[in-house]
């Protein structure tokens, strides 16, 4: 089955063959729901930058849509974003939306930047495997595991500045990391699972893409593995 549909410019040469495997001990998943019309987001951008480069801790920064009509579009906000940002309500623990949000193992954490401990063992195996501008992810639940699985993906850039002209932050110049630029959520699932999904090796500007990975328990939508795969190219 194949999810996406990104496809990498003519003039770049396929990525080459690597591969990552996430098995015991899964890293913290931190989702960050922000906006550049948001003039508290800015320190929650500027924190979730400096986990860049962390093994123990995996980042993703969702652009909403909302604060476009105060003056300022963000252009990489998703009304797709803000609706997650929603469906995530019930399970994160909190019954709105509201920016900046840091979402850590799918609750609401507003203790950032501080964080929770990280979970002491992994109840799935997770690896991820690109050959040329396609990357294969295979999941085997371990014996502990919840009898349904499920999985989201997401495709991220880092680098981005803007230079705000509007709105809130106008005059101001906001650096982005860790920012999603495509996402997908594979539906439930029993035992192992196999699948592939389209990834273009370099995105806007010539910018790698890493791919981040999380298996979810397809019920509470708790993570139980996560991995993230950064190939050279």
């Given at each position: 089955?194949?999810?996406?549909?990104?496809?990498?410019?003519?003039?770049?040469?396929?990525?080459?063959?690597?591969?990552?495997?996430?098995?015991?001990?899964p890293?913290?998943?931190?989702?960050?729901?922000?906006?550049?019309?948001?003039?508290?987001c800015?320190?929650?951008?500027?924190?979730?930058?400096?986990?860049?480069?962390?093994?123990?801790?995996?980042?993703?920064?969702?652009?909403v849509?909302?604060?476009?009509r105060?003056?300022?579009?963000?252009?990489?906000?998703?009304?797709?974003?803000a609706?997650?940002?929603?469906?995530?309500?019930?399970?994160?623990?909190?019954?709105?939306?509201?920016?900046?949000?840091?979402?850590?193992?799918?609750?609401?954490?507003r203790?950032?930047?501080?964080?929770?401990?990280?979970?002491?063992?992994?109840?799935?195996?997770?690896?991820?495997?690109?050959?040329?501008?396609?990357?294969?992810?295979?999941?085997?639940?371990?014996?502990?595991?919840?009898?349904?699985?499920?999985?989201?993906?997401?495709?991220?850039?880092?680098?981005?500045?803007?230079?705000?002209?509007?709105?809130?932050?106008?005059?101001?110049?906001?650096?982005?990391?860790?920012?999603?630029?495509?996402?997908?959520?594979?539906?439930?699932?029993?035992?192992?699972?196999?699948?592939?999904?389209?990834?273009?090796?370099?995105?806007e500007?010539?910018?790698?893409?890493?791919?981040?990975?999380?298996?979810?328990?397809?019920?509470?939508?708790?993570?139980?593995?996560?991995?993230?795969?950064?190939?050279?190219?």
């Open positions: 089955m194949t999810f996406g549909g990104l496809s990498a410019p003519g003039a770049i040469a396929a990525p080459p063959t690597c591969r990552v495997e996430a098995a015991g001990a890293p913290r998943v931190i989702e960050l729901y922000t906006s550049e019309g948001c003039n508290s800015p320190p929650a951008d500027r924190w979730l930058s400096s986990l860049l480069g962390r093994d123990d801790t995996l980042a993703a920064a969702f652009h849509d909302y604060w476009d105060l003056g300022w579009r963000d252009r990489f906000g998703s009304a797709r974003h609706q997650r940002q929603a469906q995530l309500q019930a399970q994160s623990g909190v019954g709105f939306s509201y920016t900046p949000q840091v979402l850590v193992d799918g609750r609401d954490w203790r950032w930047p501080a964080l929770p401990p990280a979970a002491s063992a992994g109840r799935a195996t997770l690896a991820l495997q690109r050959e040329g501008d396609r990357v294969h992810w295979q999941v085997q639940p371990g014996a502990d595991a919840p009898a349904r699985l499920a999985l989201w993906w997401a495709l991220l850039e880092d680098g981005h500045v803007t230079a705000v002209k509007a709105g809130e932050n106008a005059g101001v110049t906001l650096r982005h990391d860790h920012v999603v630029r495509q996402f997908g959520v594979v539906p439930p699932w029993r035992g192992s699972a196999a699948h592939t999904i389209d990834v273009p090796a370099r995105g500007g010539g910018r790698p893409v890493r791919v981040l990975a999380v298996v979810t328990d397809a019920t509470s939508g708790a993570p139980l593995q996560a991995a993230q795969l950064r190939c050279p190219v």
